[in-house]
């Protein structure tokens, strides 16, 4: 057994269609911790470093406009993103998350219950979930700030920053 950390996101047709009840408490089932989360606004970037590896894919740019929310609107154009802490977290989480292909997925996991393909032929899936700890590792990194999540998971180090503007409450 170890303890692993993995990265969920709510997809934004799992925002849009509410789904995010439901799959937390799907999730909760694991009795694994959340240690991270928050809403996200997915720009261009950040949706082409998610899914870096699969940019040769001759549908890298309809799941790059997916992830953003594109299709959706101004109101649903967003993702929920979780960091989940547990042991042997990334099997047992990509077990009730189901299968990529939601039209395979078991019908009780979570794409097999609420995905679907649309006649784009885009797999809306509903949610993400980290594939191994590898990937998990550079997934956290990518979406959250080492202070935005309440434990110490990986290595960090202090830098001073000269003449940041940064937003604050005003
Ligand atoms: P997973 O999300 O199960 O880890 P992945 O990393 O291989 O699967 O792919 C990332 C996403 O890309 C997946 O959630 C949905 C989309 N995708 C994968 N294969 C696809 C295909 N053959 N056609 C359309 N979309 C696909
Ligand atoms: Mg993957």
Redesign the pocket.
Known sequence: MSIEQLLILVKPDGVKKSLTGNILTKLSETRMLIIGAKTVKVNKELAERH?C??KD?S?FG??VDYIQGKIYGESWNRVLAFVYQGNNAIARMRKIVG???PEEADPMSIRGAYGRITTK???E?VV??S?DSFEAEREIKLWFKPDEIVKHIYPTKEIVLEKEVKEVWA
Do not use: A
Request: charged letters at 10%; glycine letters at 6%; aromatic letters at 18%.
């Open positions: 899914y590896q699969l894919k549908f309809e799941l299968t990529t292909n032929g885009v797999y899936n993400h979930c594939s």
